[in-house]
């Protein structure tokens, strides 16, 4: 059946035209029966359609936009039904939705979309690279240092260790990779500092925390990234500007034990003495932080050169607080390692280095001895005075020269001191011709006896 609207063949049983919706069946003006489109009689009251037919069935070019609006109006009447169904359907899901949504079980996550939004930067740096446009604005920079801080902060009081916990983190470790990779080292360092706190035991968290920040960590501490900024590092120096460096040093120091190991590692190997500076200095900035491992690293078989690098590093990185950790080196079979000790426990010993100096003065050798009496006296350690006159008034054989040398020391140092329980002593010494059973004391050791004692005396006065 053709469409007297569009000219559309339809089947036979259809009333309404598929493709424009025009009613298909001619409609008696007399009797209103339903006649098919060409009957020139009605089948119900014998009615000429032909007239009909004429006027109405006649083709008309009606616009294209007239025939899909009556199309649409005639299918929306012919599926009436299924359509208010459908949207009633709708409603109801977009109801439930919307229950979804405001239900309070259902949280926001800030820290996931704070992490996306620094990830998006970084694909754009990443798809731009090498372009003008690829710099990052000072906008972007401002965005991503506030990014990493609200991060960090998350992981210094997150507790619930699920699968989205280390998710984040590992997101968080591919994040501060592109902080160091491209060069935004203020950015990347409250990440790292955070990991390197929970790692360390400095946030208390659980076993498997520090686990994951260990993880991250390692990954974060490649050769790679130290190099790169190790050549930052260089570059500020080169420029004049090394202060700028601090920050980088925060980050090496963030590693922790992982970096300091790397360090020292090559201290001990390297044969380049600029090369051996170079990390010395790189150690010393990083500071305290690096005590611990240097700690673990001196041992009994250790080459005597890096335990006297140690002795060096700790004089200047180190406080009272672990200055017995010299103590060893301080006792070393090779000279050069005890002196670089003692020297570190002069800068670095406080209240403490009289008493760790005593409790070694009967081990170590003559040379040191001296020194360490010397010191004793410097420091007025009136601790020293029982065993300085012991050592004073001791019989046991030794060459003559170094007899003399240490009795005037310690002579010496009981006169600065200033101690009383000494003046007996040294004015035996003095006076007396024999002493201990030697038939003179020389005068080497006379003459200090009488320093000492108008020492003292001036001290009383």
Request: hydrophobic share 40%; aromatic share 6%.
């Amino acid at each position: 059946m053709k469409c007297p609207r569009c000219q559309n063949e339809n089947p036979e049983d259809r009333k309404f035209c598929k493709e424009c919706g025009f009613k298909l069946l001619l409609v008696c003006p007399k009797c209103q029966h339903q006649n098919v489109p060409g009957d020139k009689f009605c089948g119900e009251c014998g009615y000429n359609l032909t007239i009909t037919s004429a006027t109405t069935q006649q083709h008309v070019e009606i616009p294209p936009e007239q025939i899909i609006k009556d199309r649409e109006s005639t299918l929306i009447e012919e599926n009436k039904t299924e359509i208010v169904e459908m949207v009633s359907q709708i409603n109801v899901t977009i109801e439930k939705d919307q229950e979804i949504v405001s239900s309070p079980d259902i949280e926001e996550d800030p820290i996931s979309e704070s992490i996306a939004q620094m990830e998006k930067v970084f694909a754009r740096l990443d798809a731009m690279h090498g372009a003008i446009e690829s710099l990052p604005s000072g906008e972007q920079k401002d965005m991503l240092k506030n990014l990493s801080l609200q991060v960090a902060g998350w992981l210094e009081t997150e507790t619930a260790v699920a699968p989205a916990y280390k998710e984040k983190c590992l997101r968080l470790q591919k994040l501060a990779f592109h902080f160091i990779r491209n060069g935004f080292f203020v950015e990347a360092h409250p990440i790292i500092d955070t990991f390197s706190k929970i790692y360390t035991g400095k946030l208390k968290k659980d076993v498997k925390e520090r686990e994951i920040s260990l993880e991250v960590l390692r990954h974060l501490a490649s050769d790679d990234n130290i190099n790169i900024i190790f050549k930052q590092i260089k570059a500020d120096e080169k420029k004049g500007t090394p202060g700028a460096s601090y920050i980088l040093y925060l980050i090496l120091g963030g590693f922790s034990d992982i970096i300091i190991n790397k360090l020292l590692n090559s201290l001990q190997d390297t044969a380049d003495s600029k090369e051996r500076i170079s990390i010395i200095h790189v150690i010393e900035e990083i500071g305290q932080r690096a005590i611990p491992t240097i700690k673990e690293r001196i041992t009994s078989f250790a080459p005597w050169y890096f335990l006297r690098n140690l002795a060096y590093i700790l004089g200047r990185i180190g406080n009272e607080n672990n200055v017995d950790i010299l103590r060893p080196l301080l006792l070393h079979k090779d000279k050069r390692v005890c002196v670089e000790a003692f020297k570190s426990i002069g800068l670095i010993g406080g209240n403490k280095k009289g008493s760790l100096f005593l409790s070694a003065l009967n081990q170590v050798n003559q040379e040191l001895k001296i020194n360490i009496i010397e010191t004793l006296g410097k420091i007025r350690c009136t601790e020293a005075v029982p065993k300085l006159l012991d050592m004073l008034k001791d019989k046991s054989s030794m060459a003559e020269n170094e007899r003399i040398s240490l009795q005037v020391k310690i002579c010496d140092a009981l006169g600065i001191i200033g101690a009383n329980e000494a003046v007996k002593t040294l004015t035996e010494i003095a006076e007396s011709k024999s002493f201990l059973g030697i038939k003179s004391s020389p005068d080497e050791i006379r003459h200090a006896a009488k320093r000492a004692l108008a020492s003292i005396k001036r001290k009383q006065a």
